[in-house]
């Protein structure tokens, strides 16, 4: 095997980090390409994540990262099965194997069967070093860990299949926003971001908002107006339809501004053009439910101080390398092996 030195390795994310802010035709055609077998995923959509991976990838923040990183001279075999709720969603696994050293062995969401590959054939142009430590498999075998991300359902599987490796087995988790009512116009479009980005399919899609008590619905509405247009997607559209159409025929109650429906439950997990709601009378009540439900929690999106680490309004798609998806260290995992 080529010797691919940590050196090597950090040169190429930041050429990688600059590619991505200038993507090539090639990768152009591949969203094209990537639109074409998946209707959720807009040109539009892959490159605001194309972007988000180019600001994860700065010069600084890799710097920054790769202190934390042990770069191992024993390369692993790390089993990389990929989700493919929103464009690319998995390359930061495949950047953490790569960054540590080891091999990644990647299975594809059939949903995101292209970008992936795209992204990586460019980052061998970058590095050819690379080619002898990224392998496409349909099915894992031979491995020495694994990184599984996936449904609920699934996970109790993973965690059957993979019980004798050491393994990070990702569930469903969703992420919330607190408002305090003080919240200016532009905080309110900026949460829609965090609402709307990739339609709301990420799990750091915002999918429950909590409302102090006696909150102007009215006024949240008007902050995300300028989201009107995602209801002329066909699949979003029908999502609405249907969501409205239960709760008309239920005859629950329901706010509806012609393109999100927002519904009191306690649940953290809406239907799709759906956001969920309660009503609090003290921030301390609701910093016990977060706490209740951290497990089932992936970001909180909220300008208010709270116990817990937050996100500020509209940054929820855009992670910073040490952002861990699930609060599990990646690069901690990989560096114990």
Known sequence: ???????????????????L????????????????SNAWFTT????????SFSEMLNEADIDNWFQSVKYTSTPKKIGLILAGNIPMVGLHDVLSVLATGNIALIKLSSADDKLIKAILSELVEIEPE??????????????????????????????????????????NRNSVAVLDGNETFEDIQNLGADIFDYFGLG??????????EGYDIAKFYEGIESYQ???????????????????????????DNGFLLLKEDESLTSPLAVLFYEEYKNLADVEDKLEAKSDQIQCVITKTPLKINTFDFGQSQHPKFWDYADNVNTVE?????
Do not use: W
Request: aromatic letters at 16%; one cysteine or more; a positive charge.
């Open 1 to 19: 095997m080529s010797v691919l030195t940590q050196e090597k390795v950090i040169i190429a994310f930041k050429k990688l980090g600059q590619l």
């Open 229 to 255: 247009p995602i209801i002329n997607h066909f699949k979003y559209n029908n999502n609405y339809d249907y969501n409205k159409s239960i709760y008309l025929v239920n005859a629950a109650k329901h706010f």
């Open 203 to 212: 799990c750091r899609n915002v999918s429950k908002i909590y409302f102090p």
């Open 333 to 337: 995992f990989l560096n114990s092996l």
């Open 130 to 171: 690379f080619q002898n430590r990224i392998e496409y498999v349909e099915r894992l075998k031979d491995f020495d860990a694994v990184i599984a991300t996936g449904s609920n359902n699934s996970s109790r599987y993973f965690d059957y299949y993979f019980s004798k490796v050491p393994n990070i087995i990702r569930k």
């Open 21 to 36: 802010s200038k993507p090539t035709d090639a990768l152009e055609n591949t969203f094209f390409s990537a639109e074409n």
């Open 44 to 51: 539009e959509n892959i490159k605001k994540s194309v972007i």
